[in-house]
């Protein structure tokens, strides 16, 4: 006899009822149960109470909503750390990963008065650039970038730390990133006595590709250094500077916009003054809403002597536009100093950010 003919699998195969599928359903717990009431039809003129309302028990798959794990990372988050409190981690630099002592000597020098502070003398500094001259090798490209410019901010001075930091930066350079390579150019290109010649060959080489990777004020420092060690050339100006300068001429604020003219009226391609009136300079116009007093005057004092190197340069518009901008925000600031309602919201905001400060500080401490 053939199995498929024997009762067992008839058995198997029939329709299993409702009872005996609920049955099932009731032991899973991805199902759930769910009771039904079958209302009367309350516009028959035949019923009769009282009514029998029959209940109608059903599981219906709802599977228990499971919340998103959450990885527990155990990074020191030195934003929220005061100086002190950061310092006492750079006390034993090799109890941290070499990506949270980077990050704190990044926060060091962000705190108010850092740079008042004689960094390069201090002993657990000295210890934290003993520890990057020995973990150079294992830094990632970010790392690199940041210990280069804290270092530098610091004026830390020894051969084998930047020996070996251009050593590291020179292994993974087409890996850094904009700002990194600003950082890494500027640095080794004012300090020749940082690297070696060859290392800073290829910096210079590099420098037309990771231009447009940078932010505007790397790309205004570069600028600056290029001008300044005389590597400004006819390819750097023509396909590169110029061609970013007149692409994002919004993108450059006041502060940069002085920094570019004083730099480029040096040069010979400063002579280009079509260039500069019709293309460059018209642009100050809609940078006034946020233009303050010192910006202003810094941009006056940029194109007074933009006009004594190049005669034909007509500023004389922009400059009586600037004035007028500086003598209107001086009124409005005369005005909301004079507005009691203005010291009033002024005191308050003090008083929050005061508060959120130290609501912050306890945050970290307890962590």
């Not at 007028?324 to 100093?337: A, D, G, N, P, R």
Request: proline share 4%; charged share 25%; net charge positive.
């Amino acid at each position: 006899m053939s199995l498929f003919t024997t009762n067992v699998f008839f058995k198997s195969r029939r329709k299993k009822t409702i009872g005996q599928i609920n049955k099932r359903r009731a032991s899973n717990p991805r199902f759930q149960r769910v009771t039904k009431m079958k209302l009367p039809d309350l516009k028959d003129k035949n019923l009769t109470f009282p009514i029998n309302i029959p209940l109608r028990i059903s599981y219906v798959f709802r599977p228990a909503k499971r919340l998103p794990t959450i990885p527990m990372h155990d990074y020191l988050n030195f934003k929220q750390m005061t100086g002190n409190e950061i310092l006492l981690y750079l006390e034993n630099p090799q109890n941290l990963r070499l990506s949270e002592f980077a990050s704190a000597l990044n926060e060091l020098i962000k705190k108010a008065g850092a740079s008042e502070k004689d960094w390069a003398n201090h002993p657990w500094i000295q210890n934290c650039a003993k520890w990057a001259t020995e973990k150079s090798s294992n830094l990632s490209r970010v790392d690199v970038g940041i210990l280069v410019k804290v270092f530098e901010f610091i004026k830390y001075e020894d051969e084998k730390l930047w020996a070996n930091l251009a050593a590291a930066s020179n292994k993974m350079l087409q890996l850094l990133r904009g700002k990194s390579y600003s950082t890494v150019f500027n640095h080794y290109l004012l300090h020749p006595s940082h690297s070696t010649s060859d290392f800073r060959s290829r910096l210079i080489e590099m420098l037309p590709v990771k231009l447009y990777k940078m932010p505007r004020d790397d790309i205004t420092r570069c600028f600056a250094t290029c001008v300044k060690l005389g590597l400004l050339n006819e390819y750097l100006w023509d396909k590169h500077f110029q061609r970013i300068f007149a692409n994002r001429v919004h993108w450059f604020g006041p502060k940069n916009y002085k920094v570019i003219v004083d730099n480029l009226i040096t040069t010979e391609f400063g002579n280009d003054v079509q260039w500069l009136s019709k293309e460059f300079l018209p642009f100050i116009n809609n940078m006034l809403v946020r233009m303050t007093e010192e910006e202003a005057n810094g941009l006056i004092e940029c194109l007074n002597n933009a006009r004594d190197k190049l005669p034909e340069l007509e500023t004389e518009d922009l400059i009586n536009t600037l004035n007028h901008h500086i003598s209107y925000t001086l009124k409005m600031q005369k005005t909301l100093e004079d507005n009691r309602l203005w010291n009033i919201v002024k005191s308050d905001l003090e008083y929050y950010k005061e508060k959120e400060k130290i609501k912050l500080q306890r945050e970290s401490a307890s962590q």
